[in-house]
Nanobody, 123 residues
Framework: QVKLVASGGASVQAGDSLRLSCVAS????????MGWFRQAPGKDHEFVSF????????EYADDVKGRFTVSRDNAKNTVYLQMNSLKPEDTAVYYC????????????????WGQGTQVTVSS
């Protein structure tokens, strides 16, 4: 079993930055590919970013590309999502997930999920 704990969410102004963290614990957690998703009120889970277990590959949704950066520190079992130039439309609960099966853009393909952290961006 793998436990994921996401943190770092806050209420900020448009243009501000935040860094989310996701700490993983459990067997083989450092070897998993990881993803970030978000869910705004009334909407389904939306893919945000993906990082391979080695950190050698990263992927982003089009609307965050150039503003968000995903990284990981396997020595700390932690994945980060640096979010810059935040916009009101980035407001959502952000989730980290581990071990995708098949398409990493589909949240239901992930085996393990964290509890989510709220990001609110006001204009």
């Amino acid at each position: 079993q793998v436990k994921l704990v996401a943190s770092g969410g806050a209420s900020v102004q448009a243009g501000d930055s935040l860094r989310l963290s996701c700490v993983a614990s459990g067997e083989d957690s450092v070897t998993y590919n990881m993803g970030w998703f978000r869910q705004a009120p009334g909407k389904d889970h939306e893919f945000v970013s993906f990082i391979a277990w080695s950190g050698s590959r990263t992927e982003y949704a089009d609307d965050v590309k150039g503003r968000f950066t995903v990284s990981r520190d396997n020595a700390k079992n932690t994945v980060y999502l640096q979010m810059n130039s935040l916009k009101p439309e980035d407001t959502a609960v952000y989730y980290c997930a581990a071990n995708p099966q098949n398409d990493y853009r589909v949240y239901t393909n992930y085996i393990y999920w964290g509890q989510g952290t709220q990001v609110t961006v006001s204009s």
